[in-house]
């Protein structure tokens, strides 16, 4: 057990913990926030993606120990309300179909759009095939994501 | 306008909130209570008056539906209610909708599974509806004295044209459930005998696009899954399952890992012990396992792969050569009885002018939900309280009453949202696990599967063989059509599908291997190998035959609209709706007049009671289709919500497509061999299609079911599409595999 000091949505939490758990059950079980999913542990699936600064990463396999002073961010943080960009497009296209894998899915959409506010086809694709959606909901995702790209150029 | 009688799920219209003497505020459900706007508290009625079971309407106009059935991903938490609100004539804007307990004095068939929500659903949902907006009006005509015949309705008011008076129903809510009967002494509104349903061009809310209801708590991370519970004093549980098919339980080291940090217990559990009682959805998972207890999931999953079991194995353990070779052997030998006769078969395909022969196979798949398997479980003495993801909490309750030796009204099971189904969730044994370990360590806890305990513990789609034979005379007219199906612990053939009915001479056989690798329905079970194969075959033949596939498809179609082979209601399809999207799809698709550069296939299927067409474009990028488009022709009957319904569509197409090119699982002296997704291929973004575009045949007939009719037909027009791309058929899935396609 050790204590960690951790910056996650703007708040500092102050958890004891096995520095070698995951911040995906870091989140989930000691923080009760359990808008990061878990899917296969080993990243492969992005069910639990976090934003770690600006990147996206898979907090499955992201120790709590290596993080350090580093700001994270999760789905219940990524807006105050609700609406970010990705966010609305995501409601507006009507994405979801379980919703599972769906925080995963917009934490790396919006992780992309930071970095690449007017991503092509193939870098949406590249960007998103770690993201596993079981319920076949790959043309959605695309569509918002273009969709929410524009917003974000319009505004 | 129809008039029927209320007969139907008629206890769900006994009233009672009149009983409790008031309306009753009654809570949000204990997932939706976390956090609520200030807008939504304020915006919340100050009392409910309870209707009938399906819906409670608010001082302020407000209305609750319930939502009974289980949500996996098909949306009918939105559909439903969608039903329910049009009948009753509200604004959409006005209906919060919660998920339903379980409750079988009110509402019918709270299960997911065979498409079947909605079409079964129907009539009740829309009875519902119809029932409290006769009671609304009921309630003005009496408090305003004037003939129920002239009291109308529109949106959630409640009008006297010829007085000029209005309310809302809101206001008239107290008075239908006769809690505040202005007249004195109070009087209760009677639950009519008989309402009126509305005309169907009268849907407001039927057949418009409306968001998923649970849209805003998905894309902000709220909690709505079952792996999402979190009770007070919760612990977590896992389990150690054997490592191949066939073994049992032996001994294991406890003592190796009960010192370790947060675990509290570690014992072998026997889920259902002789005696029980078992439902036929007890059917999957692995009876014998070892149940790990620990205070956070991270401390349990380092305890679980500290543990040292030992299994006792058979000598016979099973891997995928021995199967395959089993198959092989029992589709060659003769069958017994034949499933169906028509004609002679044998004699035909004897005078036959041109022969072909075909198999195909597939392997056994795992469902995958991206949720793993989890429930949660608090079982005292007297009482258990069970929730999380299940397609089947009827027989969870009961298999629980009985392994819990607790009558069924101290069982309380609760739904939650799934994080997918596809057939997994019906197979309940997680939650009768969860009870099992709670019982026996005294606390509430919650059973989570990791990833590769859900991915190994069988429940699969079986693996199957089929083999297709058919004869075309001098004309090249379809004269006779054989089929032979084999499956493990499933038998595959639906013989009264098309083209059964179409063909003279049409022999229809069927048998299963028993394999300890066990399985169960996985989305559009039998219909998700069935389909393809036929389709593929189905173009073969019309290509022997030197025919366009579609031309040759509706010729036959044809012949059982107009002299049908056998008795007509032998068939299970209606030969004028299948023509039907086969035609829409070619006009859509452009089928004659297109010539993109693409490879092209068609296909057509009937199951679980929808018919649907499909044209695939693709090309090839080695031997992995790259699929530029699929245009998709439907007939559901009436589309209820049609965005949602749309998204059902693309996600059958792409499941379909990625499991028949990328995905199998495979086993080696009964270990499977897939364990995660680093080794289980399920497809990806940059795999999907590029395009999918969906319609419906609008005819007005009976909705009926769409999470699985999209995902049989794309398997044949992929092949398809495959071949005219490559020059080679493929015959066996998954089609990445298939060496020869590189053309
Ligand atoms: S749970 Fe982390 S990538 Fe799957
Ligand atoms: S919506 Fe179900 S896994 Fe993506």
């Known amino acids: 057990m050790a204590a960690f000091s951790l910056k996650i949505n703007g708040t500092q939490h102050e958890i004891n913990v096995d520095p070698t758990t995951p911040m995906l059950w870091v989140l989930r079980d000691h923080l009760h926030m ?73 934490m790396t959409a919006s992780a992309l759009l930071k970095k690449n506010p007017n991503p092509s086809d193939t870098e949406i694709e590249n960007a998103m095939n770690g993201n596993i959606c079981r319920c076949g909901t790959y043309t959605r995702i695309r569509k918002a994501i273009k969709m929410a790209a524009n917003t974000n150029q319009n505004s | 306008m129809t008039l029927v009688k209320t007969k139907i799920g008629r206890r769900s219209f006994i009233r009672t909130s009149a009983l409790a003497g ?120 009496k408090a305003w004295e004037v003939p129920l ?14 007085s000029n008076k209005s309310a809302g129903y809101g206001e008239m809510a107290s008075a239908a459930v006769g809690v505040a009967s202005p007249n004195d002494p109070p009087e209760n509104i009677e639950v009519p005998e008989e309402v009126e349903l509305k005309d169907i061009n009268d849907f407001t809310i039927i057949g418009t696009d409306r968001l998923n209801v649970d849209g805003p708590k998905i894309v902000t991370g709220k909690p709505l899954f079952g792996i999402d519970v979190q009770e007070e004093g919760m612990l977590t549980a896992m389990i150690v399952h054997p490592e191949a ?45 070892v149940a790990i207890v620990g205070e956070s999931t991270w401390q349990c999953m380092q305890a679980k792969k500290a543990l040292k079991v030992e299994w006792e194995s058979p000598s016979n353990l099973e891997s995928t050569e021995s199967y395959e070779d089993d198959l092989a052997k029992l589709l060659d ?36 939900t991206m949720e793993p398997m989890n429930f949660f479980a608090n079982v005292t003495a007297d009482k258990a309280e069970v929730k999380g993801p299940i397609q089947t909490p009827e027989f969870l309750e009961k298999t629980l009453s009985s392994v819990l030796g607790l009558p069924i009204d101290k069982i309380d099971v609760g739904m939650t949202r799934m994080g997918g189904g596809f057939g997994r969730r ?112 189905m173009d073969e033949v019309a290509e022997l035959a030197g025919k366009d596939p579609i031309e040759f498809r509706l010729e036959l179609f044809d012949r059982a609209i107009k002299d049908p082979v056998g008795p007509p209601e032998k068939n299970d399809y209606d030969p004028e709706r299948y023509a039907g999207v086969l035609k829409l799809v070619k006009e859509k698709a452009n089928w004659d007049g297109l010539d993109n550069g693409k490879a092209r296939g068609v296909s057509a299927y009937y199951c679980h009671n929808s018919y649907v067409a499909q044209v695939l474009d693709l090309t090839m990028d080695g031997n992995k289709p790259m699929v530029e488009k699929v245009v998709c022709a439907v007939d559901c009957g009436i589309v209820i919500n049609p965005i949602s319904a749309k998204n059902q569509i693309e996600g059958g197409i792409i499941d379909g497509i990625g499991h028949a090119t990328y995905s199998q699982m495979t086993f ?18 940059s795999e999907a299609p590029k395009q ?35 020059g080679k058929r493929v015959y066996n899935q998954p089609f990445i595999l298939e060496k020869e396609i590189v053309g």
């Open chain 2, 692 to 726: 999918i575009e969906s319609y419906f045949v609008d005819n007005g007939i009976d909705p009926t079911g769409l999470g699985e009719p999209s995902l049989p037909p794309v398997i044949g027009a992929l092949a398809n599409a495959m071949y005219k791309a490559t």
């Open chain 2, 333 to 368: 030998a003769p069958a017994k009885e034949p499933a169906r006769s028509d004609g002679d078969f044998n004699k035909a395909i004897k005078g036959a002018a041109k022969v072909i022969e075909r198999t195909y196979s597939a392997p056994f798949l795992a469902h995958n």
């Open chain 2, 245 to 289: 098919f066939g073994q049992t339980f032996k001994s294991m080291d406890a003592e190796s890992i009960k010192s370790m940090p947060g675990i509290i217990d570690v014992f072998p559990v026997d889920v259902y012990p002789e005696g029980v009682e078992k439902q036929w959805s007890d059917g999957g998972g692995i009876p014998q396992l």
């Open chain 1, 34 to 106: 359990v808008g990061t999913k878990y899917g296969c542990g080993i990243a492969q699936c992005g069910a639990c993606t976090i934003h770690l600064g600006d990147n996206a990463v898979r907090s499955c396999q992201l120790p709590v120990s290596s993080v350090g002073d580093q700001e994270i961010t999760t789905i219940e943080g990524l807006s105050e309300n609700g609406d970010h960009p990705v966010q609305k497009a995501w409601l507006e296209v009507d994405v979801p179909q379980c919703g599972y894998c769906q925080a995963g899915q917009i």
């Open chain 2, 426 to 537: 019906l197979y309940g044994h997680f939650g009768v696990e969860a009870a099992v370990i709670s019982k026996k360590v005294q606390a509430p806890i919650k059973l989570v599967y990791t990833r590769e305990d859900d991915m190994t513990q069988g429940t699969y789609r079986p693996a199957y063989k089929v083999r297709f034979k058919a004869g075309l005379d001098k004309d090249n007219n379809l004269i006779a059509w054989s089929v032979k199906g084999v499956g493990t612990n499933d038998d595959l053939v639906f013989e009264n599908r098309f083209p059964a009915g179409a063909v003279d001479n049409y022999l229809a056989e069927k048998t299963s291997l028993q394999t300890k690798i066990t399985t169960g329905a996985w989305r559009a079970p039998r219909s998700n190998f069935m389909a393809g194969a036929e389709q593929s075959f």
């Open chain 2, 149 to 162: 015949e002239e009291v109308t309705t529109s949106n959630g008011t409640l009008y006297h044209k010829a």
């Open chain 2, 22 to 141: 008031g309306g009753m505020m009654v809570g949000f459900s204990w997932l939706a209570s976390c956090k609520m706007t200030p807008e939504e508290v304020n915006s919340l009625p100050k009392e409910w008056f309870d209707i009938n079971g399906f819906l409670k309407i608010g001082d302020n106009g407000l209305v609750t539906i319930m939502s009974p059935n289980p949500e996996i991903g098909q949306n009918v938490k939105t559909a439903m209610p969608m039903i329910v609100a049009d009948e009753l004539d509200v604004d959409w804007k006005n209906v919060i909708v919660e998920q339903a307990p379980l409750n079988l004095d009110v509402f019918q068939r709270q299960l997911a599974g065979g498409s079947q929500s909605i079409r079964a659903g129907w009539e009740g949902l829309r009875m519902a509806g119809a029932t409290a907006r006769k009671m609304l009006r009921q309630a003005a005509a």
């Open chain 2, 668 to 685: 080696e002296n009964g270990v499977p061999q897939q364990q995660n997704f680093d080794s289980y291929h399920l497809i990806r973004n």
